[in-house]
């Protein structure tokens, strides 16, 4: 069972505009949640992380919420450029595994256009 | 540098074929991690470790074997590649608090 649900699953906007893209997650004992971005057949690079409830972070143009009751989060791009075209994932630290096993969403495509 | 180096970045084997995919870290963390990514699924574990000679299976391990034989260095073996193995392989490490995750660049394996 996916444990980690991200929409929508793809977006298209322009060059400029803001967009917001969501993640919602059962999983439980839930512990840190991270965004990561994904330029194609390249590696993910973090954009953000979250820990606490009601975090919120920013970076830049990325800034992120997270609502640990509601177990959702979501990434906030503002005035987007053409190199954020990219796949978005939202990754879930499981804090029940002394492990820490991650858990991850099949991710939002975003493609900009000018 | 923080760095998680993955080799090769790309292979193509026949089935039946062995292959070995390389993954060294410079980032002194203890957990590494090998997951395979394919179109319409997110990132699945395959196998993890949290130090050398430790190995912990993941959720798709069939098919898979793993060593980690110092911190810095975990590979991941298939010695029967089938193409249902073709996919791309994602390495990496992470600090014992969470705070820190590294991502490799990805290798690409075709199995023909």
């Known amino acids: 069972k996916t444990q980690v649900e991200q929409s929508p699953q793809s977006l298209v906007v322009r060059q400029g505009e803001n967009c917001v893209l969501q993640?919602?997650?059962?999983?439980?004992?839930?512990?840190?949640l991270r965004w990561f971005k994904q330029d194609t057949g390249k590696g993910l690079v973090s954009l953000t992380v979250?820990?606490?409830?009601?975090d919120k972070t920013s970076n830049g143009r990325y800034s992120a919420t997270l609502d640990k009751d509601a177990k959702h989060s979501t990434l906030h791009i503002t005035a987007t450029l053409l190199d954020d075209t990219a796949t978005y994932i939202c990754v879930v630290g499981d804090r029940g595994s002394a492990l820490g096993r991650l858990h991850f969403g099949a991710g939002t495509q975003l493609i900009v256009i000018p | 540098e923080a760095a998680v180096t993955q080799s090769p970045r790309n292979k193509v084997t026949v089935t039946g074929g062995n292959v070995t995919l390389s993954c060294r870290q410079t980032n002194s963390h203890n957990y590494m991690y090998w997951y395979r990514q394919d179109t319409g699924h997110g990132l699945r574990l395959i196998h993890y470790?949290?130090?050398?000679?430790?190995?912990q299976i993941g959720d798709v391990p069939d098919g898979y074997k793993a060593t980690r034989t110092t911190q810095e260095d975990f590979f991941l073996l298939l010695e029967l590649a089938s193409p249902s193995q073709t996919s791309l392989y994602f390495c990496a490490s992470r600090d014992n608090s969470g705070n820190t995750l590294y991502f490799g660049e990805g290798s690409r394996l075709i199995v023909v």
């Open positions: 993640c919602n997650y059962s999983v439980t004992p839930d512990n840190h």
């Open positions: 979250l820990v606490h409830e009601n």
């Open positions: 470790s949290y130090g050398a000679g430790n190995l």
